[in-house]
């Protein structure tokens, strides 16, 4: 956690937006079009983005869903932006660790969820817990612990998002007759917080001298004299809870226009940062608020294409992304051609399976091809930048390798090979995709656009050689031990085996030798034995010492097949093991998820192969004694 939080003025904060906030006409945001409002750009983690996205991420990671309630994230945002005091008490905070829920004080449910205003007294008893926490070591915090860090930080992130624009809310306030005219007299007859800051410095003089002729008590002052006094501690109240509100920038800095900085509706007042430009975005976002709040669908629309106009931002590849999911998309597809693959090599080659067979792979790989060109153009760089996009690339370019080989084989063998490398791949890749937004700024040394077109891309598409290599080893261990493998089919698979394995070695030895060279610009040393480095050099030892093997006559086949089998954990252990030490210039620390995931993965490889090479063994054996006998 960044930055210790207060939870007195989180308390204070509800209050005043509960007891302020205009409640009348109990607004649903779904009879509004949210066509245009999803496409409202925000900038957040270090990138411009749709509201879409930005809605998408923040309930996935209070949540743990991408829909609330069976309404859309950026329905779910815009009832959370409007509608603060309701949105208190939707219960969207996801909590499945049973001992923080006892620690809060919650009651237990069926479906964990619970409401801002249930958790509420568990964040502030918890808090001198937490300040505690944020100064010890990462190591040394418990999961436990670091369960009641997140549900925090949390907490905190939704609450700035409930206030985000809680200066331009209708408030539901009492006005004193000394006010009264002034505020007819206003263009916009809607009060809220921005129209009561023109009278609060006359205000706040009106109170101190009612204090200085009556003291602090209120039961001393007339009922105007406590309308006043109500009012100006209201005023006080919102501006109080919106101190540090920076979540939702909205807002083109007008005073830093070349640094393509993004301020938030408050920081526009508290930064003094106000212009025309930042007052014409307020006076929109104003107007959003007044017609969400009437269910004005016309002004509505109206506001919302103003806000787009004036922001010059088109988002529309994003959102097309964001509502075609197209990973999972191509998921689906994968299963599909595998599962016909299967079902073809059981009834023999049934020429109509194997042509919607091939129908499905070649869709996925275009809507997974798709997917990578629409993050290219977002990102504006090559699509491989984090582990994440290197699943995505390689869930691409290994069903490709496959498929290709495919036309050569013409046995079925490379389509089943790419319909369950693209199946499984995409799993791994779903799994990793709890994040929400998934498009992440890289940092300076690593967002070095020739780097990462060469290096990356190399050892990336070598990731994908090896696991067709593994792939098709497996294949050929499974026909052995199974004798449904001709002479002539595994000589053919012999030969695609050895080119694959090659290739695959060109790719990470190149790719291993590039990174090298990067290495030596960004960090003024070629190796340094980091984990990373020997994981990639491990990839290309392993080759090496198994294409040896092979070519000096020292393995078997078998031998040859069951290493190159073996392939995949090596793989793993490179591409995602390292990364788990915890130590080193690639790490993102220990993920317990990912290193039982890898464990049992290894474990189970290990049986598999194993236990195939025992049968072909005791087959081989059992043929040699027949023949002898013979």
Known sequence: MKTKMNWRILMALCLAIILSITTTAQAQSAALDMTDFKKIPILHDGRIKPLDTFARTELIRLSGKNHFGGKSAITWLAETLFDPGNASEQKIFKIENENLRHLMGLEERKKPFYAFVEISEGLEKTFPTVEQLMDEKPQNISSDQKDLLTLHENALEYTQIMRSLSLTLPLSVTIPQKWDEAF???????????????????????????????????EKYTPTEQQTAILGWQIKMIENAAIGNTVFRVI????????????????V??????SPRTTLYLDIWSSLATSWQQQDNIEWKKQNLKLLELSQHNPSIEIIYNKISPFFSSLIFFSLSFLLCLLSLTFHHKEYMTTLATTMIVIALTIQAGGLL?????????PVGTLYESILFVGLVAPLFATL?????????????????GTAIGLLALSMADEGDTMKVLTAVLNTQFWLTTHVLCITIGYGWCLVTSVLSHVMLVGQATNKLDKQTLKNLTHSQGTLALTALLFTATGTILGGIWADQSWGRFWGWDPKENGALLIVLWLVWIIHGKIAGQFSPTTVTMGLSFLSVIVGTAWIGVNLLGVGLHSYGFTEGLFWGLGIFTLLEMALIGGLSILIHNRTQNHAEVSNAT
Not at 405 to 421: C, H, I
């Open 184 to 218: 007819s007299l206003m263009p916009s007859k809607t009060i809220n917080y921005l129209t009561l800051k023109k009278i609060d410095a006359e205000l706040q003089q009106e109170i101190k001298s009612i204090i200085t002729q009556k003291g602090e008590n209120p």
């Open 252 to 267: 083109p800095d007008p005073w830093n226009t070349t640094s393509g900085e993004w301020i938030s509706p408050w920081e």
């Open 269 to 274: 007042l508290q930064s003094g940062k106000g």
């Open 374 to 382: 629409a993050r290219i153009i977002v990102l504006e760089r090559p």
């Open 405 to 421: 080989m495919e036309r050569r084989m013409k046995n079925m063998l490379g389509l089943l090979s790419a319909g369950f490398m």
